[in-house]
């Protein structure tokens, strides 16, 4: 009886102490299984966002605006009005100058008039007849002319103007435009280095109705000197005429004249009138000059 009393404690207590060892070791942690999903959900792409945001910093283009500086832009009578920077300017004259001191050569008309004209009556080359006909001076068709033409609202109705198959061709008709018509015959009598004379001659001759033609021709001539390759041609030193402008102010009907350097702040600033001022009464929507305006300063 006492044995078997005796085995049946030692079979209870070997049965618990098995238990016990099992609960141990199912509640201990697995540090492969139970650890790594737990860091794996925490490994989050942090540095991807700053990685997908550079981009954008990027397209800022801080430096855009300093690509005009030094590049102030007028305003152009070409056909239609057309705004254009000094550099496309210069750049123009650039590509005609040698066209123009050629054309003087054989015919006596200053490079300095030819290029200024070119100039004011293309926009610089970017007027809608220099750019569809190669019509740089903005010449009519006229009854002789027999060669391309295209149409064009300016004066009237879709008007005939002549279309060349270069820019080139457009300049040498403008010379024989001049030298063969007795108009202006007047003007070859005019020193060919005098461009003053020549710019109001071609006013006197019909050439422009903008009673500001000569101006406005005088004032880029100067502007841009192209004075320089007519003394060039002729090969002289080049002496620029001094104080060639006309009186800019009329003090009775309080109109002033732009003339080179203007800007509207500097005008303000001449006629102690505010800048929103000179924009209402002169109808400006910026503040853009051209050579020979008239503004109301009163």
Request: charged content about 25%.
């Amino acid at each position: 009886m006492f044995k078997h009393f005796l085995l049946l404690f030692i079979l209870i207590f070997v049965s618990s102490c098995g238990t016990n060892n099992a609960v141990v070791r199912t509640s201990k942690p697995d540090p492969r299984k139970s650890g790594t999903p737990v860091v794996q959900a925490t490994r989050k792409p942090i540095y991807k966002p700053t990685s997908q945001k550079k981009p954008n910093v990027e397209p800022q283009k801080l430096p855009v605006s300093v690509s005009n500086q030094d590049n102030s832009s007028i305003v152009l009578e070409a056909t239609t009005r057309v705004k254009v920077t000094t550099q496309m300017v210069l750049a123009y004259i650039e590509k005609y100058k040698e066209v123009a001191k050629d054309n003087m050569v054989k015919t006596g008309i200053p490079s300095s008039i030819t290029l200024g004209q070119a100039i004011l009556e293309s926009g610089a080359g970017t007027g809608p007849l220099s750019v569809q006909a190669n019509n740089h001076f903005g010449i009519k068709c006229h009854k002789e002319w027999t060669g391309e033409s295209i149409r064009y609202t300016d004066d009237a109705e879709n008007e005939c103007f002549r279309k060349y198959s270069d820019p080139a061709d457009s300049f040498r008709d403008h010379s024989y435009f001049l030298t063969s018509r007795p108009r202006y015959s007047s003007l070859f009598q005019l020193g060919n280095d005098d461009y003053v004379a020549w710019a109001r001659g071609l006013k006197a001759a019909g050439y422009a109705t903008d009673p500001k033609y000569p101006e406005k021709l005088i004032g880029l001539i100067e502007r841009y000197q192209l004075g320089k390759y007519d003394a060039e041609v002729l090969q002289k030193e080049y002496n620029p005429i001094v104080n060639s402008q006309p009186i800019a102010y009329d003090s009775k009907t309080e109109v002033y004249t732009v003339v080179k350097g203007d800007t509207l702040y500097s005008i303000s600033k001449k006629f102690n009138i505010s800048i929103e001022e000179l924009k209402k009464k002169n109808n400006l929507t910026d503040t853009t000059l051209s050579l020979g305006q008239s503004l109301l300063v009163k």
